[in-house]
């Protein structure tokens, strides 16, 4: 199985932070790497796939990067709406997700 | 309306068996995989089982291997998950989900979500 590694597990940031996600994979998936987002006591909405290619109408301040085994994920200005917590998601073998990381504003 | 909804969720006990159903609407189901994720409380998501279009391959995570048996009824537009022999750790909010690039599983749509409790 190949694991996902997210960090950090949780983060708080002030409204207009640039905020950054790192997701390691425990072997090489390309760019077989999708970002979700699960807002509480709600299902999950995916937002990037493929590592950087955003979903359609989700907000351009939302981005993907990475490949290999490294990627990033980066909420440019955070907005209040954005509180939420995020997962990674590899999609070379059967899925596997990280363990997801708690965005919370200041 | 583009949606996928759940039903069958129980409080079960250890050893018991439940099967869960997905009713999709608003897009033609026979023509994408499906998956059942799963979240237990407080917890993050894990992957539990996919079926192709056509329901000719199936596929499990480990901890479910023998004991859950993923399905589809194409001429319903449903996906089943049957879950036998269950366990308090099978405990979770259980989430179908479509796969829009099978088999590169990239889940463009989810349900609600159908809670099942197993304990005695």
């Known amino acids: 199985d190949i694991h996902m590694t997210q960090s950090p597990s949780s983060l708080s940031a002030s409204v207009g932070d640039r905020v950054t996600i790192t997701c390691q994979a425990s072997?090489?998936?390309?760019?077989?790497l999708n970002w979700y987002q699960q807002k509480p006591g709600k299902a999950p909405k995916l937002l990037i796939y493929?590592?950087?290619n955003l979903e359609t109408g989700v907000p351009s301040r939302f981005s993907g990067s990475g490949s290999a085994t490294y990627f990033t994920f980066t909420i440019s200005s955070l907005q209040p709406e954005d509180i939420a917590t995020y997962y990674c998601q590899q999609s070379i073998g059967l899925p596997t997700f990280g363990q997801g990381t708690k965005v919370e504003v200041k | 309306e583009v949606q996928l909804l759940e039903s069958g969720g129980d409080l079960v006990q250890p050893g018991g068996s439940l099967r869960l159903s997905c009713a999709a609407s608003g897009f033609t189901f026979s023509t994408y995989a499906m998956s059942w994720v799963r979240q237990a409380p407080g917890k993050g998501l894990e992957w539990v089982s996919a079926?192709?279009?056509?329901?000719?391959?199936?596929y499990y995570v480990n901890s479910v291997k023998g004991r859950f048996i993923i399905s589809r009824d194409n001429s319903k537009s449903t996906l089943y998950l049957q879950m036998n022999s269950l366990r308090a750790e099978d405990t979770a909010l259980y989430y179908c989900a479509r796969d829009r690039r099978y088999p590169d599983d990239v889940f463009d749509l989810w349900g609600q979500g159908t809670l099942v409790t197993v304990s005695s």
């Open positions: 493929d590592a950087s």
């Open positions: 072997q090489d998936i390309t760019t077989h």
């Open positions: 079926v192709k279009d056509n329901g000719g391959a199936t």
